[in-house]
């Protein structure tokens, strides 16, 4: 078959149902026709979503940790990316979850470049199903899917059940699809439209993206371009120019996923977007040639050669892109450059993106606990300051504290988003614990901050100043109080049970030295003149708040121990792997302020 003749017959192939003459009154959309094609649309759209949900549910967890694990080279980033977007079958939903992943800092932005080319291939194994004539088989998927979410008395049953019913009602809906459409050959306006869009691929490219970004699937926007093509009412070069902006159209989810977040989520979604954009302006010229190869290759059906160069096109756009990886990281950060630093800290990781994947949000929560014992760790280095009466100190203090409850408040808030539902219950122990240390680590400044400020102001106040031998009891204490709370907060940073384990085993070495400290200044109280009892007085205030303090470190430190159970070291080690200069604010500031040159 000569070229000129494949070119007219492709053109024109899709029209062979007869068009009204001139003259001659065509069809009308009518209301049943309007009300089929919504309702077959909510139908398939609400498969995808029972589909979808619960698979991310049953597979949620394992999915994650394959995330995390299998990203070291860009190749094995983008065979995580597919597989993930295979199981979970929507692209949207990878891309989502990748840049809630950088967010948190479980990946870095390089390491997501390859997972997000790895979804865009991922995501075209459910338009490859849907493309096969399964429709006689959507009842029976109900049914049995019906059967085991209502008999089934466990869990992971239900929401299988659930994936059968999803699946079901999508080749339901596209049957109600294409028996609505079926009408619309007979209106000329209909027709007449999407013929002259093979005229103006560039207009079918934006079609393609508004659609998808509205119903928030390339999936659907395939399936209803299958029934299109079933029912010869659009040109088969229209229709590739749609599934190159429905692959356009996917990015916008994650897009709006990012808002609000740190610039590094953004700059994930960015890349997302970048790299669908530079594949699409490389196929775009291409297309009436993409589609004579799709329709050589596929000749038995239009509709397997739409979903064969949906596939063609993605792995292709990888395959050329993927050398390029690191360029894609770099030109996101030039697009999207790091905000001009606040001097408050912030929380940085709480992405609520990831709240319906728990073990991924208590990730997040924890690397901000994490940053939130940096800043206790730094008030506790004030202590000796201000019982040396230094106002400038008592003001960073109050400061810290603020810094501290924001911490707190933000991650209590953030975990209470998380549906208890989702949780086995392993999950819901490690959620108490991460409450439990939030509270601990709150406490702990609570008592660095108020009640060594009023001592700090009442020794300004009287003109008080301790003798030298108490100040050296003072400060030998804090030193003890110091190398413990060192300990805690490797163990926290780290993921270290046995530092944490270790800081609990000195709990006698801290208790004789403040048992001491709190008999001398009852003997100071005793025997010494009157006019120095107010500064006795606050030599045991100060014993007091060293005495809360360790109690609070050493709750903190049980609770560390525990999280090592929880695989908190193995996140916490990755996302040290996986920093980059795109990541390591928080990180840097925590650094800084536990290491007194710095300051």
């Known amino acids: ?45 609400l498969g995808l979503d029972l589909l979808c949900d619960n698979i991310k549910r049953a597979a949620g967890a394992a999915l994650r940790n394959l995330i995390r694990r299998s990203t070291s080279t860009p190749l094995r980033g983008v065979a995580t990316g597919f597989a993930s977007t295979a199981v979970l079958q929507s692209s949207s939903i990878t891309s989502v979850l990748i840049v809630g992943f950088v967010s948190a800092g479980i990946l870095s932005l390089k390491q997501s470049v390859g997972v997000i080319m790895g979804a865009n291939i991922g995501c075209t194994i459910m338009p490859q199903l849907i493309a096969f004539n399964l429709g006689h088989y959507a009842l029976a998927g109900v049914a049995i899917g019906y059967a085991m979410r209502r008999l089934s008395k466990r869990r992971r049953a239900r929401q299988w059940g659930n994936v059968l019913l999803g699946m079901g009602l999508i080749f339901m809906g596209l049957g109600m699809l294409s028996s609505s459409m079926a009408p619309l050959r007979d209106v000329p306006e209909f027709t ?43 040109p088969f070069p229209t229709a590739v120019a749609m599934v190159i902006g429905a692959n356009i159209g996917t990015c916008i989810t994650a897009l709006l996923a990012s808002m ?32 004579d190869i799709s329709l050589l290759l596929s000749p038995e059906s239009s509709g397997r050669a739409l979903v064969n160069a949906h596939t063609g096109l993605n792995i292709a756009w990888t395959l050329l892109l993927l050398p390029f990886a690191g360029g894609l990281a770099r030109l996101s950060v030039w697009i999207v450059p790091e905000r001009k630093r606040s001097s408050n800290a912030q929380p940085q990781h709480l992405d609520p993106t990831l709240l319906t994947y728990p073990d991924a949000a208590f990730d997040a929560a924890y690397r901000d606990i994490v940053n939130m014992g940096s800043v206790v760790e730094r008030m506790t280095n004030r202590m000796l300051g201000l019982l040396n009466g230094d106002e400038r100190l008592a003001r960073s203090q109050g400061q810290d504290e603020a810094i501290v409850d924001h911490f707190h408040v933000s991650i209590l808030e953030y975990l209470g988003g998380v549906e208890p539902q989702l949780l086995d219950e392993i999950q819901l122990k490690r959620l108490n614990d991460l409450i439990a240390l939030s509270n601990a680590l709150e406490s702990a400044a609570d008592e660095l901050s108020d009640p060594s400020i009023r001592v700090c102001e009442k020794l300004n106040d009287g003109g008080y100043r301790f003798h030298q031998s108490v100040r050296q009891q003072l400060q030998e204490s804090i030193n003890t109080l110091a190398s413990v709370q060192q300990l805690v907060f490797n163990g926290l940073r780290h993921g270290d049970a046995q530092s944490a384990l270790q800081a609990r085993s000195q709990r006698r070495d801290v208790k004789q030295q403040l048992n001491q400290l709190s ?14 009892a107010p500064l006795y007085r606050l030599e045991a205030q100060v014993v007091n708040i060293l005495r809360s303090h360790h109690a609070s470190l050493r709750r903190a430190a049980k609770l560390i121990a525990k999280q090592r159970a929880y695989g908190s070291q193995e996140a916490t080690s990755s996302a040290t792997a996986a920093t980059s200069d795109t990541t390591h604010f928080v990180h840097r500031r925590s650094r800084q302020a536990s290491d007194p040159a710095a300051r």
Request: glycine fraction near 8%; charge should be positive; include cysteine.
């Open 1 to 45: 078959m000569s070229a000129d003749r494949r070119r007219a017959l492709r053109r024109h192939q899709t029209f062979s149902a007869r068009r009204p003459r001139r003259g001659e009154r065509g069809g009308s959309v009518d209301a049943v026709m309007i009300i089929g094609l919504i309702g077959g649309l909510a139908l398939f759209l």
């Open 519 to 532: 008999q001398d200044a009852e003997q100071h109280l005793t025997s010494q003149p009157d006019q120095l």
């Open 260 to 291: 609000g977040q740190s610039r590094v989520a953004l700059r994930a979604a960015l890349v997302h977007l970048l790299f669908n954009c530079i594949g699409a302006s490389l196929a775009f010229p291409f297309i009436a040639l993409l589609s």
């Open 192 to 234: 007449n439209f999407l013929l002259g869009l093979g005229d103006h691929y560039l207009l079918a490219v934006l079609i393609g993206l508004c659609f998808t970004a509205v119903v928030n699937s390339s999936a659907a926007t395939l399936g209803i371009l299958l029934v299109l093509l079933q029912q010869n009412l659009i």
